[in-house]
């Protein structure tokens, strides 16, 4: 029985002893995989399988991936996959290697202190994380807009602005109140306020308003457009917290209510706002480090500079066509040569 | 005459008095909560003063947090260790391990499952997610079983350890995993250490656990005779206590290796890599179908893993050994010869292939058909769905929150206590107290109540189904057989894969958190009621059937009575897995606890509120294990998340 069990013993040894000869086997070195000419690079992998349909022998999205490592984030939305998609493109193309990381915004800040992210290519504001990374720690440096326009506001099916036309000007919500009743909102009508992590403070604009609604918070951006597409499907009656660009967007149409319009400043006293959400000019944020040393991949990141209607367009691509963010991204810069060659360094 | 009136004339029948006792109380609670209702409510204030404080907290860590990033990079390397090797491997290589680990293990049929369930990782598209979470797995449950095996010996040997140890493991049981990952950002920054970590404390109570309930299961007359033999305390330990405890460690094994995957999953949420991330990213585009894929992917790594560990756990059990085991020689022959044949397709998958690239042509996902699905149920269905939700929620769960919420707090607090003493005895019912007052001190009280009713609610419903399927799936082998692989997908499957029909169908509101809950709270219920109804000894039965019992005296005279602690067990389990949805439901809608947790994981400027309604919930939890422990008068035991 005791040599039973010793042998047992044994043949585990010899099984892990294996694994790990294999893990230092054949390759020798680390990372045998980047070295093999055969081989390609994993983040390129899902691109080469897939040979382009089109004529544009050019855009592979691909390349040797020796230039070094790029580490792009990407923000939980689809346009920011866009971004994301279209320069990692771009990137692979030049021969870096590119690395992508899903996170909540405030997360994402994070990453520029432990080297985790290298450029945030789509920043909604946040002046209190801009003063601790950039002007406290200075691991983080200000990188220009993307060209893009975020529009913050109050949406409602565009069914309900057929329907009830004056819904759209705020000063009428309160006659609508008990459209939007639900069980969450008691004797209110319900407003559907957003994901937690995105800027939102709709909670006092109601009070300050005076309107007679509650704010139920969906609890995330995937129970957000579920509840839009389903006002949208079956006709019911929905008001929340929505922007743009989105690409739910172009797969229904929103309607924005009408807010007292925005005025510099008016928005200081978050506990006293009483306007609409400020029109946010999108940035870029590269981390410090990557600045001073990421030489023409940063120069490309810099230069990065498109409009609404093409993060739509790429979005809509990956949502609603169902094309994955690398065919989308080709084709974009497929179709779009004068665009992207402006970027290039 | 005399004999019987006796009694009667002098004092009251027990069982009547007591009635009257209860009678009585309930009066006065419904007189309190009629004269006092709507006041001393703490009503919600987000402005709390000890959220703030909380918030000083975070910059200070946030300043001095250098000093842990030792730990940080050392688990980072080691992270990087596993991957190196999986990924040198590559896919071939990783088959053949996984076909040769399941042959020593089991035989052909092990290695047959082994060797799908990770081909069609690769076949649904994605292996590099895959990989990536098995890695992040193996080294959370490399470090669990390090620290957790010794830890559970010792545990074991020491009584005094065990009574300190064991209300830790508790709270860390308890404790929602959400609830921790924004302290974990806090200490360990985003990525791969901190995935570890979070797991690490998630996966590693069932190590310890189950490792000290191997080696105090141990005979003791078996201990004794050792020691009486003159064995040293240590001989004792290597020679008897570790060998016969075997089994009970390789289950110990295999649970720290279920519990961890869930857990990486779900801490792609701090920026780990794997399958959690893909799920995250279909969800962004509320693509069901890409999210079940990733999903199915989990299930059947877990499924794989899960069986593959059982096995081995048998295997390492020397009274388990097969007959024709006993030739050694043969038995060398043949583990040399798997041994050989694995190191041979790992050499030739490298020579012939690219192993890093599963073959694309192979590929196939059930994305486009589970959303055609989806779409059709959430829009046949969702008229049908939200009048149930409305009328649940109108009948049920707004009476219910709102006596929660108006009733004065020292009144609910009072009622708490004084239900603990009676289920449980005096100890729950001081920790009960202690809880609902320190969440009064916490400032949440208002969260908290509405999350109670949630919690409540969602027990009550999840009691009832798991019981009555329970009951069925006992009753016929058929059933049992048929129902275990959804049991065990419902248990796997992430529950943001199936968040987003829940919306479609229920309305982000608290009914959808409830419905979330009670899916994933249902199967192990089933299992321990199941289980228990099963293990009703034969004679008893036969015992009642001979003096002519029906089927349903039976069922409510035998099988029920005789299984009363499973089913204690089993409700303290569901508790404990509701409470564990809890924040989820905050993702859907529910508010209260769940989304003041979600929010501080998200906004730094609510942080001390997140990490306040986190301890919140843990509280709620401790009050409601103690209550429901206690009524079964014994600790509870791991059956539950036994896959």
């Known amino acids: 029985m005791q040599r039973n069990g010793l042998a047992r013993l044994f043949a585990g040894a010899v099984i892990m002893s294996l694994i790990l000869t294999a893990c230092s086997g054949p390759g020798g070195s680390a990372a045998p995989s980047t070295a093999a000419p055969a081989s390609v690079p994993p983040a390129t992998a899902g691109q ?127 006659k609508y109140a008990d459209l939007f009743k639900t069980t969450e909102s008691g004797d ?19 009070a300050n308003l005076k309107l007679n609604y509650k704010d139920v918070f969906s609890g995330s951006e995937a129970a957000t457009i579920t509840a839009f597409q389903q006002a949208d499907k079956n006709k019911t009656p929905l008001i929340g917290y929505f922007y743009d660009p989105q690409w739910l967007q172009s797969e229904i149409k929103l309607v924005q209510i009408k807010l007292p319009a925005y005025t510099a400043g008016c928005d200081k006293d978050l506990k006293a706002v009483a306007c609409d959400y400020p029109p946010y000019i999108l940035n870029k944020i590269v981390a410090t480090k990557f600045a001073t040393t990421g030489g023409k991949a940063y120069t490309l990141v810099k230069n990065f500079q498109w409009s609404n209607q093409d993060q739509n367009q790429v979005a809509d691509y990956i949502t609603n066509k169902s094309m994955s963010p690398e065919d989308a991204a080709k084709k974009w810069v497929t179709d779009n040569q004068a665009k992207w060659s402006a970027w290039m360094p | 005459m005399t004999a019987i009136s006796l009694p009667a004339a002098g004092r009251l029948d027990p069982l009547v008095a007591r009635r009257i006792l209860v009678v009585g109380v309930l009066a006065v609670v419904a007189l309190l909560y009629i004269l006092f209702h709507g006041q001393w409510t703490l009503p919600h204030d987000k402005d709390f003063p000890l959220f703030k404080t909380l918030n000083g907290l975070k910059e200070t860590v946030d300043e001095n947090r250098t000093v842990l990033d030792p730990i940080r990079l050392a688990i980072a390397t080691l992270v990087d260790v596993f991957n190196t090797g999986i990924s040198i491997l590559g896919w071939p290589g990783v088959l053949a ?17 082994c060797v799908t369930g990770f081909a069609s990782l690769g076949v649904l598209g994605l292996w590099d997610a895959s990989m990536a979470t098995l890695g992040l797995m193996l080294a959370a449950v490399l470090i669990s079983l390090l620290v957790g095996i010794p830890l559970g010996i010792a545990v074991g040997r020491s009584d005094r350890l065990s009574a300190f140890i064991t209300p830790i493991l508790d709270v860390m049981q308890i404790m929602p995993t959400f609830a921790y990952l ?47 033999l003159g064995s040293t305390r240590w001989q004792v330990l290597t020679k008897v206590q570790l060998p016969l405890a075997r089994r009970t460690i390789g289950i110990g094994v295999n649970q720290t290796i279920m519990m961890a995957l869930s857990m990486v999953v779900i801490t792609g949420l701090i920026g780990a890599p794997g399958l959690g991330r893909n799920i995250l990213q279909a969800l962004s585009k509320v693509d069901v179908g890409a999210s079940f894929d990733a999903g199915l992917a989990i299930v059947i790594l877990a499924i794989v893993l899960d069986r593959l560990t059982e096995r081995a756990g048998e295997w390492m059990d020397p009274r388990s050994r097969r007959a024709d085991d006993d030739d050694v020689r043969r038995r060398r022959i043949r583990y040399g010869l798997i041994v050989a044949g694995v190191a041979a397709i790992v050499v030739a998958g490298r020579v012939m292939t690219n192993p890093a690239l599963f073959p694309k042509a192979l590929a196939v996902s059930f994305r486009v058909p589970v959303n055609n699905i989806v779409h059709w149920i959430t829009g046949t269905f969702s008229g049908l769905t939200l009048a149930i939700k409305d009328a649940f929620t109108v009948v049920v769960l707004n009476p219910l929150e709102t006596v929660l919420t108006e009733a004065p707090w020292w009144l609910v607090v009072a009622v708490v206590v004084v239900l603990a003493w009676y289920i449980s005895g005096r100890r ?55 129902l275990r692989p959804f049991l065990d997908a419902a248990q796997t499957m992430p529950a ?17 958190a409830i419905v979330a809950a009670v899916i994933y709270a249902v199967p192990p219920v089933i299992r321990l009621v199941d289980s228990g109804i099963r293990s009703v000894s034969a004679t008893a039965v036969e015992a009642a059937t001979a003096c002519g019992s029906t089927e349903r005296q039976l069922l409510w005279k035998v099988r029920l009575p005789l299984s009363r602690r499973a089913l204690l067990v089993a409700s303290n389990q569901g508790i404990v897995l509701v409470l564990a949805m809890v924040v989820i439901g905050g993702l859907v809608g529910a508010g209260a606890l769940g989304y003041d947790v979600v ?42 998340e036994a896959g």
């Open chain 1, 48 to 174: 080469t399988a897939v040979a382009s349909p089109s004529s544009a022998a050019a855009v592979t999205c691909s390349g040797a991936g020796d230039q070094g490592t790029v580490k792009l984030m990407i923000n939980q939305w689809v346009g920011a996959q866009a971004n994301v998609a279209v320069v990692q493109c771009l990137l692979q193309q030049m021969g870096y290697k590119v690395e992508t990381n899903t996170l909540a915004e405030e997360v994402a800040w994070q990453g520029f202190d432990t080297g985790e992210v290298d450029v945030i290519l789509e920043n909604w504001g946040h002046p209190v994380l801009e003063t601790k990374y950039i002007t406290d720690k200075k691991v983080a440096q200000d990188a220009g807009p993307n060209g893009v326009t975020g529009i913050i506001g109050w949406y409602v099916p565009g069914w309900m602005v057929d329907k009830y036309p004056d819904i759209t000007d705020w000063n009428n919500l309160n």
């Open chain 2, 599 to 640: 929010t501080g994981f998200a906004q730094g400027t609510d942080f001390g509120k997140g990490l306040a309604a986190g301890t919140a919930i843990v509280l709620i939890g401790i009050m409601l294990d103690r209550i429901t422990q206690g009524a079964g008068g014994r600790r509870k035991t791991n059956v539950a």
């Open chain 2, 97 to 113: 391990v996984a076909g040769g680990l399941g042959l020593i293990f089991g035989g052909p049929r092990l290695a047959f499952l």
């Open chain 2, 428 to 482: 729950a019912s001081v920790t009960a107290g202690v809880c609902l007052g320190l969440v009064v001190v916490l400032g949440l009280w208002n969260h908290s109540m509405q999350t109670l009713t949630s919690v409540l609610v969602a027990t009550l419903i999840t009691l009832v189904l798991g019981v009555s399927i329970g009951i069925l799936s006992a009753r016929s082998d058929r059933l049992r057989t048929g």
């Open chain 2, 182 to 228: 924004a302290p974990m950002t806090l200490l360990f920054l985003i990525g791969a250490p901190s995935s570890t970590i979070a797991t690490l404390i998630y996966a590693i109570p069932p190590a310890i656990r189950i490792t000290s309930l191997g080696i105090r299961s141990v005979d003791r007359e078996t201990v004794e005779a050792a020691t009486s």
């Open chain 2, 496 to 512: 943001f894969v199936y968040l987003i029909p829940a919306i479609a169908l229920f309305a982000p509101s608290r009914f959808t």
């Open chain 1, 188 to 206: 209110k009508g319900q407003f559907l306020g957003s994901d937690p992590t995105f800027v939102q403070y709709d909670e006092a604009l109601i």
